[in-house]
């Protein structure tokens, strides 16, 4: 079974940047697609970055376009999410998760494998 740990939040200004990784055990991380959702306090949690198995194929969500970009390195097992240009709404807890099948989706319901999250707080 596929199991994935989330590292990299923290506190950080805005406008700083911070890199969030998804690492997974268990299974080869390359045979699956990945996306990163957030959850901010009182809201829905939201996909943001997808990236499939083969190509790659990326796709952001556009509160996050041109600031986030996200990657996979399969030697590590790991996927990475740079954010940049960070703002006070990006403060949420951020999820990793992974999928066989290749749809593009940021939807939750089409993802079966999550990990535990990590806090990222964007605040001076």
């Known amino acids: 079974q596929l199991q994935l740990v989330e590292s990299g939040g923290g506190l950080v200004q805005p406008g700083g940047s911070l890199r969030l990784s998804c690492a997974a055990s268990?299974?080869?991380?390359?045979?699956?697609?990945v996306a990163w959702f957030r959850q901010a306090p009182g809201r829905e949690r939201e996909g943001i970055s997808y990236i499939s198995v083969t190509g790659p194929k990326i796709k952001h969500a556009d509160s996050v376009k041109g600031r986030f970009t996200i990657s996979r390195d399969n030697a590590k097992n790991t996927v990475f999410l740079q954010m940049n240009s960070l703002k006070p709404e990006d403060t949420a807890v951020y999820y990793c998760a992974a999928d066989f099948l290749d749809l593009m989706s940021l939807k939750t319901t089409d993802y079966n494998l999550w990990g535990q999250g990590t806090q990222v707080t964007v605040s001076s």
């Open positions: 268990g299974r080869a991380l390359a045979d699956y697609s």
